[in-house]
């Protein structure tokens, strides 16, 4: 069964901390793709990756980085958690599909960080 | 700018209605893509439908079914006789052709009580 695993569901921070949120497929997906989810706001894209040590900003990137040094991790850093990063993070991955169609996101479950 | 507005916050239902999920999207992109995701309870987003700017078909696929009109820049959702199963958030999004930049609505959250 393809996934998209997403290492910690839950996550309790304090103001300042340094966070890691990391996420692996196993589809051999060459996009990858961090958001995170509050409400009444949908999904925002904070950076997405096309290719091995590639990285692109999102909508919003500010206070944000990531990391891929391999196809199947995508790593979302938090430099120095803010209260204002409390949300839930969804990881998610994608590939063209053929003849050119856009291929749809398959998530993980999400992680959700909470900054106090 | 491109943008994808849910008005529907959240819609209660009694099992066996129909329920339509209404998407209105903006785009000055000829090409693009709309999805529809199912987030249930248990939290992971799973995508339902995909449909090109360039093909204006309805779709039905069992109890569910989509009306695209480029008319009225809509991308509505219909369950069909709805279940309790159908209970979660459902994400309208849009995304160019490159699929880098996908946006998602807010949301609509639907409750189907038994």
């Known amino acids: 069964d393809v996934k998209v695993t997403q290492s910690s569901r839950y996550l309790v921070k304090r103001t300042g901390e340094k966070v890691f949120l990391e996420c692996v497929q196993d589809m051999d997906h060459e996009n990858m793709f961090w958001y995170r989810q509050d409400p009444g706001l949908g999904l925002r894209l904070i950076y997405f990756?096309?290719?091995?040590?590639?990285?692109e900003k999102g909508d919003i990137p500010e206070g944000y980085s990531v990391s891929r040094e391999k196809k199947e991790r995508f790593s979302l850093i938090l430099e120095s958690a803010s209260t204002n990063q409390t949300s839930m993070y969804l990881c998610a991955s994608s590939r063209p599909l053929a003849g050119g169609t856009l291929g749809e996101l398959f998530f993980g479950e999400g992680s959700r960080l909470t900054v106090l | 700018a491109q943008k994808v507005t849910q008005a529907q916050t959240e819609i209660s239902v009694v099992e066996k209605e129909d329920v339509t999920l209404d998407c209105v999207y903006e785009t000055r992109d000829t090409t693009y893509y709309l999805f529809w995701y199912k987030q249930p309870p248990s939290g992971e987003l799973v995508f339902l439908i995909r449909r090109n700017s360039f093909d204006e078909q309805n779709e039905i696929s069992g109890r569910y079914s989509w009306n695209f009109q480029k008319s009225t820049s809509s991308f509505n959702f219909t369950i069909t006789a709805s279940q309790v199963v159908d209970s979660a958030v459902y994400f309208c999004?849009?995304?160019?052709?490159?699929?880098?930049?996908?946006?998602f609505g807010a949301g609509t959250r639907l409750f189907v009580k038994a």
């Open positions: 990756s096309y290719d091995v040590k590639m990285k």
């Open positions: 999004a849009l995304s160019d052709t490159g699929g880098f930049k996908t946006i």
